[in-house]
């Protein structure tokens, strides 16, 4: 049977994965991956199993990763890169729970958390379109832009469809482009060859 982007997705999603998937198919090394968790607080949707325990990775956190690679490689900053990704993979999907992100409480924050990850574990389609949409869909793109606001930020980021490319040229400048559908379709395609052969 031949394999097209959407039944590849749809094979994966709700699959769990180790840490060796994640870091081959992302090309990242492991003590990168190890870093980015434990160091630099990046926010996955797994739940961390304990100390001595192997996480199990689900397809959400595959995404998250494979961002966080391209925009360190982009722009050398990890802990920039975390912040980006987070806020374009994880803030809008707190938005179900939470009204406003900003002045949500800690636990207003964990408890949002604790009730939205396990389901985008299970399915990613609850979260943002770029990141389960394939083919016959507009690919969106993730643009950095050069800045630096008032939270230190050094890339203002957006999400963005081919629809919106016009209005954006003009202002795209010094700034660099991720295209987020191919990412995921390539992480997928090499996910689905390492899990399914």
Known sequence: MTQTAATRFEALNGERFSAAQV?????????????????NNMFLVSDAPGRGKPRKFCLVDIYIVGLVAKITELTANPVEAIKIARMRTLDPVF????????????EEYVAAQQKIFPRL?????????????????????LLLLPSEDEKGRFFTSLVVSNQDWNELLPKLGSGVVINLTRMCEEIDERLHNEVFG
């Open 23 to 39: 870091c081959f198919v992302t090309d990242v090394p492991p003590k990168s991956l190890t870093n980015w968790i434990g160091l």
């Open 95 to 106: 938005r179900l729970e939470l009204d406003d992100i900003e002045s949500a409480t800690k």
């Open 121 to 141: 574990c299970d399915d990613v389609r609850i979260g943002e379109p770029w990141m389960y949409e394939r083919e016959g869909q507009a690919p969106s793109f």
